[in-house]
């Protein structure tokens, strides 16, 4: 068997095409929905992710700002930022970019901001309402996965789900949408005793490590719909996944690329979050994904 390609880059521009429409239709209405993201330091890899950020905001007639901050910046001077943030009318959604450096309480941070702004959905009260299951904004990679298994009609009620990696941004809150799809879900870890007797058993198998090869071709069941969130930079600075490409492409039924797969999709949810914002501040329908 050869793999279909979940191809996320195809889902995103289609989703992207569609948010535009909903962004002119807000103008129309007098609101341009805007973001705003904050960086602290110099970590190269986030400062490209956050100029993607805003090219994409503008791409589809979006307003962003970027506000940079030396890599001492202390505390106080980003919180009172997100203070300012969050009364400003004119930004919809507040990003701090992760990571941020270690004398920072990211918690501390991250409650910082306004709820009805928490386009990330990392907020505790953003997650608290995923895991009651009627989330406002949810995170936007794991977000992006159900879009991406939803584009592709691939079933979840009743399929064994296997997430391997538990982190806050991506792990956990997979757990939780699989969950609320009447998923069976079993989260592995870096422990887990024989990680490949449970991605075996998996229907839909999501992979988010960081780590290269983590899952290959043996360790997936005939069939199963294997998506890659991993992105990790080879010796050679090729980008590769953390499941083995060409070994599971014998085996899975679906599988997601890398790069082309879950990466797009995580600013797609971004801007579909900006917009739902933007959508419920201004009292106007907002649909759901
Ligand atoms: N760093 C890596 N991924 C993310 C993300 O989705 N949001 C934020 N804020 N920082 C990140």
Sequence with gaps: MTAAIM??????????????????????????????????????????YVRNKAKACGEIGMHSEIHEY???????????????LNAD?????????????????????????????DVDGFHKESLGALM?????????????????????????AGVDAVVVGRSNIVGKPQALMLLARDATVTICTSKTKDLAAHTRRADVLVVAVGRPGVVTGDMIKPGAA??????????????????????AKQVA?????????????????????????????????????
């Design 226 to 247: 294997v998506v890659d969130v991993g992105i990790n930079r080879t010796a050679e600075g090729k980008l590769v996944g953390d499941v083995d490409f060409e070994s």
């Design 132 to 156: 009651s299951g009627n989330p406002t904004f949810q995170p936007c990679t794991p977000h992006g996965v159900m879009v991406i298994l939803d584009h592709y009609g691939i079933p979840l």
């Design 70 to 84: 030396p890599g001492d910046a202390t505390e106080a001077t980003v919180l009172a930022k997100i203070a300012e």
């Design 89 to 117: 009318p004119r930004i919809h959604g507040i990003l701090v970019q992760l990571p941020l450096p270690k004398h920072f309480d990211v918690d501390n941070v991250l409650e910082t901001i306004s709820p009805h702004k």
């Design 253 to 289: 039924g679906w599988l997601t690329p890398v790069p082309g797969g879950v990466g797009p999709m995580t600013i797609t949810m971004l801007l579909a979050n900006t917009v739902r914002s933007a959508e419920l501040a201004a009292g106007l329908p907002s649909p759901k994904f």
């Design 7 to 48: 191809d996320g880059l195809a889902v995103s521009k289609e989703t992207r095409a569609r948010l535009q429409g909903r962004v002119e239709a807000l103008r129309c209405a007098g609101t341009t929905p805007g973001l705003a993201v904050l960086i602290v330091g110099e970590n190269p890899a986030s400062k490209v």
